[in-house]
């Protein structure tokens, strides 16, 4: 792109680049970008500049790395910039540069760029992560989200202190992926709000047994299978009531969230959600992973460690997804989808997938392995039906949610 920032026939971004040790892994989003035919516009703010140097920038895109609103050149660069492009991504995204996304300052090149853009935009948050779940993070994470910014991570692992949470950029494949998804128009188009008017109830991550105060039982579930089913049916028009064990990432726009934290409190929820008699919802998409047992005896003070031997009695929990496919026998509504997370080879996967559609009472279950599906930005999984077996290959969850809402929304329309 030229330094008038004029219109080129292909796609073009503009990567604004700000301050944080992250910075060095904007080149490799930058590289995946250019791989893609996709023309990328530099753009540094100062605090970037302590991190990542200009002619890296130049230098991999070929392109002036802008940094100042104004260099003596005149026009309104910031205008012009956002007139040329396709889309804005910002990697890595600070906490104050969200702050200032979210209040509409435009105090610099950068900031003033987003603010006069009418393009999408995509963030690739990187900060520690007592900053990403400060209160006044999550107030502007919620604001830009009503305002239509993509967020791609953070995702849980070491930032630069060596502390471990939820705060580290995500895998620039990831955020390459998730703007060339912003560039190009979805090939369905049926996808688009073709379930307005429809409740879809989606449960998702872990649930927490308590054993006293400090101990719990539960599984290393992340909610983020959960969360991306919400979201792709929350974009499809769908009223989505989420019902979330006790899991950090946040609320997707439009969806109604209802946190919960045991087996027998999500399954209240699911009461409330479905109604007695089930009929207050389309489909239930069961993506939790509940646990099979909780603590027969649990105690209001901790316990207290001795030189003697303890024995802790488990106690089965309901087998939820299984409670509402008996009340709905005889029914098609609701479209119910279970998860069958196991160990084991392929076959004994979708075996076991097989089974549990038959003893659940339901119409889909994704059987996927467990060493791919917890904890990542992907999943594996086999979608059984009664009368076939899918594989899919390793997916971004969100692409994988996509499938699955797939094949609800042809169930639904099915059996109108």
Do not use: C
């Not at 393009?119 to 006044?136: I, T």
């Not at 991570?153 to 990831?174: L, T, Y």
């Amino acid at each position: 792109m030229s330094e008038s920032a004029a219109r080129s026939p292909a796609k073009a971004v503009a990567m604004i680049v700000t301050g944080s040790i992250a910075a060095y892994k904007s080149p490799i989003v930058a590289r995946g970008l250019l791989a893609a035919g996709v023309e990328v516009v530099p753009i540094m703010t100062r605090a970037a500049k302590q991190f990542l140097g200009s002619a890296t920038l130049a230098g991999l895109t070929g392109e002036r790395v802008f940094d100042e609103t104004f260099d003596g050149e005149g026009g309104e660069r910031h205008i012009e910039i956002a007139a040329a492009v396709d889309a804005i991504v910002v990697v890595p995204a600070t906490a104050d540069f969200l702050a200032r996304m979210a209040h509409g300052r435009a105090d610099d090149l950068a900031t003033a760029t987003v603010l006069a853009a009418r393009v999408p935009v995509v963030v690739a948050p990187a900060m520690h992560p007592a900053m990403w779940h400060h209160a006044a993070t999550a107030a502007n994470v919620a604001t830009l989200r009503e305002r239509g910014v993509t967020f791609v991570g953070p995702v849980d692992g070491v930032v630069a202190s060596g502390d471990h949470g939820f705060g580290r950029m995500a895998e620039p494949q990831d955020i390459v992926q998730a703007l060339l998804e912003q560039l190009t128009p979805t090939p369905n188009e049926s996808r688009s709000q073709a379930l307005t008017g429809r409740h879809v109830v989606v449960t998702a991550g872990p649930t927490v047994e308590d054993l006293d105060p400090v101990r719990f039982l539960s599984n290393r579930s992340t909610g983020k299978m959960g969360f991306a089913l919400a979201e792709e049916a929350a974009s499809r028009g769908a009223r989505v009531t989420l019902i979330a064990g006790p899991v950090t990432l946040p609320t997707p726009l439009g969806v109604e969230r209802v946190d919960v934290r045991s087996a027998l409190s999500m399954q209240s929820a699911m009461t409330t959600a479905l109604g007695e008699d089930l009929k207050q919802a389309d489909a239930l998409i069961m993506a939790a992973a509940v646990g099979d047992y909780r603590f027969e005896r649990t105690s209001s003070e901790k316990l207290k460690r001795s030189s003697e031997e303890m024995v802790l009695t488990l106690v089965p929990n309901p087998d939820l997804l299984a409670t509402v496919g008996e009340a709905r026998a005889g029914r098609q509504r609701p479209v119910l989808v279970g998860f069958a997370v196991e160990t084991g080879t392929d076959q004994a996967i979708i075996e076991e997938g097989r089974r549990k559609l038959t003893k659940k009472g339901v119409d889909l279950v994704v059987a996927n392995p467990a060493a791919e599906a917890f904890a990542g930005d992907t999943n594996r999984a086999f979608l059984v039906t009664a009368a076939s077996v899918d594989s899919s290959q390793t997916l971004r969850k969100s692409e994988l949610a996509r499938e699955i809402l797939d094949r609800v929304q042809k169930l639904l329309l099915e059996n109108v």
